[in-house]
């Protein structure tokens, strides 16, 4: 199933794609896409029966905004360096083990909302990332089969970032990764059982038109179940929480000097397979 939340910011709606393309109306059976709902078995095969019968009435598409596809996030962890291509363009080593940031959850917004390059930046940057979301509470995990078998879906997520604050100004990355509107998600929320290989998708970024990243999610270095797995030894997962697990090379911190960062009035455009596309202008905060 492709899920997702339509409406004014704050006050979305649950809808469905359906396979023609139609956009449904999910509000007569549940209050929202979140966490709740995707722990509920019950509620998603019901979800899944009424589509199936065509007994949802269909929304007008036209002029409705699409915002994030799971709401009341409790976390949005981050997998950094976890491309091969991109360790490479970065000169960084390969790192031994999962690399992991925070971004808070007020910093999703919608797939198509604007991005606000932060006062003072001059090195905003962008990422597209497969984007994890859980559908059971998942501590201590034993395996990445375990894993991959606790995740409700998957979207695409625009991991934005500042380099200057994220590492030169000291301290943790945090500094860069939480700026306002720094992590775009959607259009959908596509259901775990229509991506039977995670690591099978390819990812791409444009900017301006122009293809700035072109990479699959073959070249992760710790594959989403192992991800999964290995985030449960450190912290509880809960139903709606996210997990960003890393970009591939074409960033504008790996490109020779003069380096391509976003300014005002950019337009990036992302995608990865089977979980729809972004688009997001620019503007000064």
Partial sequence: MKLLRVGPAGAERPALLDA????????????DIDGVLLADAAALGRVRAAAEAGELPALDAAGLRVGPPVGRIGKVVCIGLNYHDHARETGAEPPAEPVIFFKAADTVV?????????RGSTKTDWEVELAVVVGRTARYLESAEEGLAHVAGYAVAHDVSEREFQIERGGTWDKGKNCETF????????TADEVPDPQRLSLRLWVNGELRQDGTTAEQIFPVGEVVRYVS??????????????????????HPDPKPYLRAGDVVELEV??????RQELKDA
């Fill in 20 to 31: 023609d393309g139609t956009l449904r109306d999910l509000s007569v059976l549940v209050d």
């Fill in 110 to 118: 919608g797939p198509n909302d604007t991005v606000l390059v932060p």
């Fill in 183 to 190: 992590n775009p998600l959607g259009p959908w929320l596509v």
């Fill in 233 to 254: 030894h450190f912290m509880t997962l809960y139903p709606g929480d996210v997990i960003n697990t890393g970009t591939p090379a074409g960033v504008a911190m790996g």
């Fill in 273 to 278: 397979e089977g979980l729809g596309r972004q």
